[in-house]
Every structure is written in C-alpha cells, then in structure tokens.
C-alpha cells in the first residue's frame, strides 16, 4: 500500500489529488518520473551515479539509494506511471525533523531555453539563492509541547532575506515552540545536530572536499536534506541512548549535467556559503555556553 | 613624467588620446577614478581595505599597496583629474608575464539596474563566465625568439570556451613560440610558475583559505592579475639566480560591497574552479616529466 509521505518538506506533493512521490511501509520512496523529459533525465543520472566507479564509497552515502524505475499507480488516479524507486531517507526516524535547502546561486544552467533562465533567474534574484548561493525551500519540526509537526509556511519561506534564513537555521535546531514567532530560537540541538564529528557540519565538510575536485558531475538545482530526531536528545540518558542521527541527503537530480572536467562551482559556492552559516550557530552557541560556564564558576 | 603603462592587458587602456592609467618611473600607478561614482568607490574600498585590522597581513600583500588619490593630468588631454595612486605591481619586473582573469560566475550583483545587470549577464553568458566561474580578460607573455611581448587578440580571449581557457593558461607559462598557435604549448615554466611553496597555486590556495570565512567584502567583477618573469627561469644557472617571482594580486575593486556577513560564495566558487585548472595543468606535466624519467630509466 503505497501513501503520501508524511515528511516531505519541499516539491510536488501528492495531495489533494495531485502528482506527487508516495512511500511504502518498507522504506522505499517512489517519486513519479517528471514530465518534458525531466524524469528520464533524473533516473539516467540515478543510473550513472550509483554504477559511477570514480564515485568513493564515502560520497555514495550522502544519496538515496536508487532501485530502479517501476510502474505503480500515480497519485492523481491517472493509472500507472513509471517511478524512481528510491530509500525513504527518512524511513526509520519517529519523528524526524527535516530541513530541504536548494544549492547554489543560480538553478538556471548554460544552453537551458530563455523561457526556463528567465523564470529561474527572476525567482533566484527574489529569494536568497543570488545573495546567499543556498536558499532554505522548507522545513519542518517536531514539536514536543504540541507532539505535532510544525511546519513552515511555504510563502514566508521562499521570502526569506540572509537574516531570516539564518534564524531558519537556528529555528530549525531549537527545542522552544516554533509556532511562536516572538520567541528567540534557544538552538538547544545546535551542537548535537550540527556540531559533532558526526553531525551535519562534519558531514557537509565532507561533501564539500570532494566537491573541490570532482569534476564528474554539474549538480544543478539540487537540494541538500537536513534531518535528525530531536526526540532522542531530549530522552537522552545516558550514552547508550539514541542519538539524533543528524544526517545530510543530497536531492533532486532532473538538472545535473556531465561537469565535462569542470568542477561545480556554483554548488561548491553555495555549499561554502551555507557551511559558513552553519558554522556561525555552532560559535555562537560556543560563546553562550562560555559565558554560561563563567557565570556558574563566579557565583553568579 | 607619466606614461601609458607597458604591461597592462586588459581594462581601459590610455592610448590615442582616451582616458587610462598611467605610471611614473618610480613604481607608481595612477587609475583615474572611472564616472558614475565608480571610482569613488573603489577608493573608499581602497581607504576601507587598507585601514581593516580584521584583514591579515598575509591576505593584504595581495593587493596594491594604495596611496590615496592625487590630481594629475589625465591621459585624455582633459586636464587633472583625481586618479588613485596605487604601487605599480609589475615595476621590478624586466620583463613580465601578465594575465588577467576575472573572477566569479557572475559580474552583477543585488540591487544593480536592469540596464546593467542585462549587460553583465549577457556577457557573462557569451564567455565562460557563468560555466567555468571565471574568465582569462587578457594577458600577455614575454617571447624570448623574438625578444618582444607577444599579446593575446582580446576578441579570441572574450570567445574561449572552456578548452580555451585551459589552452591558454597552459600557453601562458610555455616556452614555445606564443605566435604560433599550431604549436602545443611545452609548459615549460609550470612547475616553477604555478607550481613550488612561493608560486601561483600556493598563492591561490592561501587566498581561498580567507575566502572561506571572510565576510567582510564582497569581491564583484574583480580580476586576479597573474605576474612572473619567465627570463629568470631561462637564465637560471644556481640557487642564487633570480626566480621567476610568479606573485597573485587582486585588481579592481569599483563594484566591491559589504559582505554583511556572508561569504563571497560567488568568488570563492570561481577562485576554486580556476585553482582547479591550476592543478590539473601541474598534475599533467609532473605525469610528463615522471614519463621522460621512466623512459630515460628503462634506458630508451
């Protein structure tokens, strides 16, 4: 029985009778193949990628694992259509936390149509893509006090100057109701999430050593997923405990293209970009707990 | 006494009685401050840059050394005008090298006019700007055959494409007669040029380490200026000759904004790119030379 994914955050979504991806309860992921030749391009990469020899095994882990195309019934009732099977990334998660950030400072690419560079660019000037290189495309977070998902408003989102994607990110990591927009974000998962030789930053350094010199492939218009379990942190006892599983899953393949020896510049820029942010939470946190630690040793 | 610079290769040129900048003969190199409040602001990034305590000293060796600015009689006969006084980097030099690469996969930036960023964008797009993260603007190179500079034609430089670039940077540190192009360039000052702890390479990489986490300027449609004297290395007889002194520096700062801290994603993912075909053009001639060396070894 397939259903529509409880924890896509960004994209078509298979609602309301539309075309969108579906999950089974085995982890798998089936997102319908795009129209205008789109689709086909993402599985021809899928194909390429996952076969890819001079890929290390160390990047391979930050894609979906790609089983294929298969036809199952699509989400508007048009019947059967042809799907990428993929792992459900989130598959295995209670309540997973998720964050979808589109890479680069520009989704347009050479030799696309005028029609398809104007519609980009004009979006890429309105949203942080030029400014930033990285634009936030929707999040979602668990809220304990509700036991609910909170989600982002799609249009505010897509709104966001540098400040409000940089509160996006500590928003994102914070345990204080995030339906309250007059509360600072307390970014009390920032070291567990992002910070750690396991955690999102450590991962995202990772991704961007081979970035300087793969020239394999021009990642265009792809998202980085961000997703942890904030539940574990919480009940978190004692070292045996669940951790948050903070993972980055790259996205979202129907524009890359061969880098035919070039590296991807506009990805590494962006990429570069949003580490920078990523790390100016973790050192603000730092600086607190400091200051925090200093207080405790006066007396205060 | 002022004269039209020898050594410059791309930029407004003061020649047949149009407006350029001009050096004296005590290393000294006066820009006349371009109209529309361009040159006003790029000396008040030159008072701004040269003033920062947060830059180091080691990034600041990259950039003109700057004097302030001075009335001088312009070049176009239409009397004094204000120019920045800068230290002329190639004075020292014999006979210099130079080439000028324009960084960044974009030459706009937020907030410019239509009319601008249509203009930016369209040359952007017609040479490699947008695919490579960079573009070569000029350059020129020393010819021992002939004993004179041999220049690139500025039409063919605006035209590369991507194996362009990569020929040129090549042919920029050959030996073999720049005139003819059916000649293969030998690479002959690679190794020393782009190559060593003091070269090219090294010197990029030292200035992306600070474009990694400076966010204190925004570097738009600024040129990295390569420079070296490639006689040394001909006449090289001991460690006590003079070597080919291959230095970076940064040139042109009239469109140079805050950073408001965020990285220079769009020069960082450029100076990347560029620093890529760097080490490719080294990585080709050590695989040469290790070639010679086993033939010579396997007594062919």
Known sequence: MLKVPEHQVAGHIASDGKLGPLVDDQGRFFKPLQGDSRGEHEAKFYESFTSNKKVPDHIHRYFPVYHGTQLVEASDGSGKLPHLVLDDVVSGYSNPSVMDVKIGSRTWYPDVSEEYFKKCIKKDRQTTTVSLGFRVSGFKIFDH?????????????????????????????????????????????????????????AQLLELKDWFEIQTLYHFNSCSILMIYENESILMKEGDDAPAARAQVKLVDFAHVLDGNGVIDHNFLGGLCSFIKFIKDILQSVDKRDETDTSLLENGH
């Not at 540098?162 to 339906?179: H, W």
């Open 145 to 201: 006090q509700e036991s609910s998902f909170w989600r982002a408003e799609k249009k505010l989102v897509l709104g966001y100057n540098a400040d409000g994607a940089r509160l996006a990110l500590r928003k994102f990591v914070s345990s204080n109701s995030p339906a309250d927009s007059n509360l600072t974000p307390n970014c009390a998962f920032a070291s567990e999430v992002y910070g750690g030789s396991n955690g999102i930053l």
